[in-house]
């Protein structure tokens, strides 16, 4: 028991592509999830009674409606402990942007109270547990990329070539309810598994394969995420997309230099914001 404190990347999907539509409601994806250097830090403290959970600056995301106060309830009625805890998040990570910082800050609760409340729980219960909570947080569970099927839960860790960001965040958010209830599902198909990891074997055909099938739908909510995806490629982007249901867009660059230049050529919007961030292979 005692103190501890993580950190809980943000996430962008280099593609994104929606099977079709499951009985159960739920949407049967495949995508290349990628954690990057951007993320909340997560401090967890132990103590006598009940769970609190404080987000300072943010008051709206205080309390035990907080996905990450959600995760430490379930912890605990799986493993049958009865302990305190205080939960503090310093947010940096963008609410309802698609970059999936409620999912992460979740998964960092679970990993920290796996290594304060040892035994924790088997591998298999923390998965299925991570999933109850939200289609992202096994992701965050790993450490590193991923490809993700079904609903984002069968998880596959790759390697991928190194790659700089400009990260482009709007004055508004997007829901993802929002987002998959306009959704009109594309005629995609599963990639047979050459094809589905051929864009890894280079940052350049990287660039090239990146694909939303939700970008469509966001666009058509909100059109400044499209004229920003072109801002993002004149400026020198190999390549550009919308991370998740949006509305955070990014544009792919090889090196950092490469993305600062890139940065300085953006003709910025004067209501979104930017910033140059790196990817998991260039930390």
């Not at 924790?120 to 965050?140: H, I, N, T």
């Not at 190194?162 to 209830?181: C, D, M, N, Y």
């Not at 995609?188 to 469509?216: C, H, I, M, Y």
């Not at 930017?274 to 930390?283: H, L, N, R």
């Amino acid at each position: 028991m005692g103190t501890l404190e993580l950190r809980a990347p943000a996430k962008l999907n280099l593609w994104l592509r929606v099977i079709g539509r499951r009985p159960d409601g739920y949407h049967e994806l495949d995508s290349l999830m990628v954690p990057i250097g951007l993320w909340d830090d997560v401090w967890l403290e132990t103590g006598r009674n009940g769970i609190t959970c404080r987000c300072p600056g943010r008051p709206e995301l205080d309390g035990e409606h907080n996905l990450a106060a959600r995760a430490a309830r379930s912890w605990l009625r799986a493993s049958g402990r009865e302990i305190g805890l205080n939960i503090t998040i310093r947010k940096r990570i963008p609410v309802e942007a698609g970059l999936g910082g409620g999912s992460s800050d979740a998964a960092a609760v679970l990993r920290g109270l796996q290594r304060l409340a040892r035994p924790g729980l088997s591998a298999a219960r923390l998965a299925a547990l991570a999933l109850e909570l939200g289609a992202d947080v096994p992701f965050f569970l790993r450490e590193g990329p991923c490809l993700a099927a079904g609903v984002g839960e069968r998880l596959e860790p790759v390697d991928i070539p190194p790659f700089w960001v400009i990260l482009a965040r709007p004055p508004f958010g997007l829901s993802t309810r929002r987002v998959f209830e306009h959704l009109k599902i594309p005629l995609t198909s599963a990639w047979d598994g050459v094809s589905r990891k051929s864009p890894l074997e280079g940052f350049a055909r990287l660039a090239t394969s990146l694909v939303n099938d939700l970008q469509p739908t966001a666009i058509a909510l909100q059109a400044g995420i499209g004229e920003v995806l072109e801002d993002l490629l004149w400026a020198g982007a190999a390549g550009a997309s919308m991370s998740g249901s949006g509305p955070t867009v990014f544009g792919l660059f090889r090196t950092r230099r490469e993305a600062r230049a890139g940065l300085r050529r953006l003709e910025r919007r004067s209501d979104w914001g930017y910033s140059v961030v790196p990817g998991f292979e260039a930390q």
